[in-house]
């Protein structure tokens, strides 16, 4: 494919926000195509089916916290069907003291819990009626021990930070990393003044779509990214692309790049990158070093995922969706989801299907360690925390991210002004993906919608 090809808009990265923001281009006539330097699409995305269990490498799961992720899934629906959690299966574990304990749902439970001191839960009491706060970068950690205190912090907060940033409380900001959060005490004062206003209010059907559950694709979600690529068209997603440079000639961008040891080159008035912050510099040479500085100083979590399978599961009741482990409890896994109790078809009938999480921000010493040392590791702490000692998973996969998970830290005001002066100075580009908007799944299918959005209704 030698030479130089004109199209409409170029997207940079066939990940979830990529394909998504293509789907939409390409269904309202606009001529897209996807630069990828990896040999298939779907970015961190992929599902493994092997001896009768469904491993996702990824993400195992997103939740269904905006609309659009339901819209995309109707949109799909010839070739993808949403997947959502069996709600039988919804209690999350905490790891205490050398045991799990389930993380409250109700006000029962919240008063018999042993995960909260006596002190915090009268302490919640109160909480309705503390001042809200006043530093717009105000961490996590300093926020939730200001509202309801250190108990809360140690075995809610952290835990949960650990699932879904595999960060620390103390370096994200409230404001960029649980924006809703925020809102909640700065629009209503309190979060329980706040989460009992919202409910209360009415909702419009399409509001109505982001029902909090959790999702995935029927089978795993290669079938969403699947159904993405045959919507977008092979012919549209070129692949092994290496060293992709964009230049900017008086807003004509010119996107070069090897396939193989052929050189490519594509023009278009649009560009949309959704490489992650690491990539940023070698692929605008043009933009300024002030403001690569400020994009390029994203810092990403390193997480080691492994998958274990269970022909026949011997363990623990694991009907749930997976246990957290806070930080003050020093054990050398992040948590264990259980995708084979909450979605169906994950592993054999009577097995069990286990993701572990290790490294992250706090611990990305684990990334380093050899595959045995990761076996070895994670054998000893699932088995003696699910009591499966001494039997050996059927099937038992490791998967290594350098940049799983962005952390948006104090830095992420100084990154996103980069982000729009860059904008502004190159009108036709756009730097999307995960450097801006949120972290999960639902926040990549969001972003996607808007940024194609905005470009057919201009
Ligand atoms: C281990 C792990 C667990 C996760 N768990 C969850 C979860 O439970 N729930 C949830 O909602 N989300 C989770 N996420 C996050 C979620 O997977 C991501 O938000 C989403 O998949 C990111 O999609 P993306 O397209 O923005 O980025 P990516 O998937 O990273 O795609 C970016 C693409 O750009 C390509 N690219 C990068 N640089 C270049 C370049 N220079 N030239 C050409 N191509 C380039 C890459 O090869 C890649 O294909 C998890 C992520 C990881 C890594």
């Known amino acids: 494919m030698e030479g130089h090809l004109k199209t409409d808009v170029v997207i940079i990265g066939a990940g979830l926000t990529g394909l998504v923001t293509a789907h939409y281009l390409l269904k309202s006539g606009i001529s897209v195509k996807i630069v990828e330097k990896n040999s298939r699409p779907g970015g961190v995305i992929q599902t493994i089916r092997e001896q009768g269990f469904t491993i996702e490498s990824g993400p195992n799961t997103g939740v269904v916290s905006h609309p659009e992720i339901v819209e995309l899934f109707e949109d799909l629906k010839e070739d993808c069907k949403i997947d959502i959690a069996n ?223 269970y022909r026949q599961w011997k363990g623990i009741d694991i009907n749930a969706f997976g246990g957290l482990i806070p930080s003050i409890e020093k054990r050398r896994i992040l948590g264990v989801l259980f995708p084979s109790s909450f979605f169906e078809n994950r592993a054999p009938k009577g097995g069990a299907l286990l993701s572990v999480f290790l490294g992250g921000i706090k611990h990305d010493e684990f990334y380093s360690l050899t595959d045995e040392e990761i076996q070895l590791l994670v054998e000893e702490e699932i088995g003696e925390m699910l009591k499966i000692k001494g039997i050996k998973a059927d099937i038992l996969k490791i998967f290594r991210y350098q940049y799983a998970i962005p952390q948006y830290t104090v830095t992420s005001e100084q990154r996103l002004e980069a982000i729009n002066f860059v904008e502004k100075e190159h009108p036709g580009l756009i730097l999307a993906g995960n450097i801006r908007d949120g972290i999960g799944m639902g926040d990549r299918i969001k972003q996607g919608r808007a940024i194609a959005e905005e470009m057919i209704n201009k």
């Not at 409230?174 to 009992?196: D, H, M, V, W």
């Not at 919202?198 to 079938?223: C, I, M, N, W």
Request: glycine share 8%; aromatic share 10%; proline share 5%.
């Open 87 to 309: 709600p039988e299966a919804k209690k999350r574990l905490i790891w205490k003291d050398g045991e799990w304990h389930a993380l409250p749902s109700g006000f029962l439970t919240a008063v018999k819990t042993p995960l909260f001191s006596l002190g915090d839960k009268f302490r919640i009491l109160g909480e309705p009626f503390r001042k809200k706060g006043t530093n717009p970068n105000e961490s996590i950690a300093d926020l939730v021990v200001r509202r309801m205190g250190k108990s809360y912090l140690n075995y809610a907060i952290d835990p949960f930070i650990s699932g879904i940033y595999a960060g620390d409380p103390s370096k994200l900001v409230t404001r960029f990393a649980l924006p809703k959060l925020y809102n909640l005490e700065q629009t209503y004062g309190s979060f329980i003044r706040g989460g009992i206003k919202k409910h209360s209010e009415p909702k419009d059907q399409r509001t109505k779509k982001a029902t909090k559950e959790v999702f995935s694709a029927k089978g795993g979600l290669q079938y969403l990214i699947d159904a993405l690529v045959k919507s977008i068209g092979d012919e549209n997603i070129l692949l092994n692309c290496n060293e992709v440079t964009v230049s900017n000639d008086n807003q004509v961008f010119n996107i070069s790049f090897l396939m193989g040891s052929i050189p490519v080159s594509l023009t278009s008035e649009k560009v949309i990158s959704t490489a992650g912050g690491k990539e940023i510099e070698a692929i605008f040479p043009f933009i300024g070093q002030k403001q690569l500085k400020a994009i390029t100083q994203l810092e990403y979590a390193k997480i080691v995922q492994v998958a274990l399978g």
